[in-house]
């Protein structure tokens, strides 16, 4: 079987730059202490450290999605637990989804 050739390291980095662009700010609601640590350093392996912002439960990634939506920066991810205090992972779903129903009537 033959495969593709894959793009030199340069092009790699090119599409991965311009992926990394694509991609806005990163919400994780995380009120785990370990796990946090965890995620941060995928997010710095994969060089998207510094996009995400870390909040400890759902009523703060609520109202920090707000605050960077209003102020214009994008949001293009919302990480939550399930089972967070405050909102649950579904309730913090359901409020974003309200405050971008209400930004768009």
């Known amino acids: 079987m033959n495969l593709p ?3 030199d390291d340069d092009m ?4 991965s730059s311009a992926y990394m662009e694509a991609v806005g700010r990163i919400i994780i ?3 785990q202490l370990h ?6 350093q995928q ?10 912002e870390f909040v400890y439960n759902g009523q703060e990634a609520v109202i920090r999605f707000s605050e960077l939506t209003l102020a ?10 399930f089972m967070m205090p405050r909102l ?7 409020k974003i ?3 971008i129903a209400e930004r768009n009537s």
Do not use: W
Not at 35 to 40: A, G, L, W
Not at 72 to 81: A, F, I, N
């Open 12 to 15: 790699q980095s090119q599409y």
């Open 97 to 99: 989804k309200e405050f």
């Open 5 to 7: 050739n894959l793009p």
């Open 35 to 40: 796990n946090i640590q965890v995620i941060k």
């Open 88 to 94: 649950n992972g579904i309730q913090t779903v359901q």
């Open 43 to 52: 997010m710095e392996e994969i060089g998207r450290k510094d996009m995400c």
């Open 72 to 81: 214009g920066q994008y949001v293009s991810h919302v990480l939550t637990d």
């Open 29 to 31: 609601a995380e009120d």
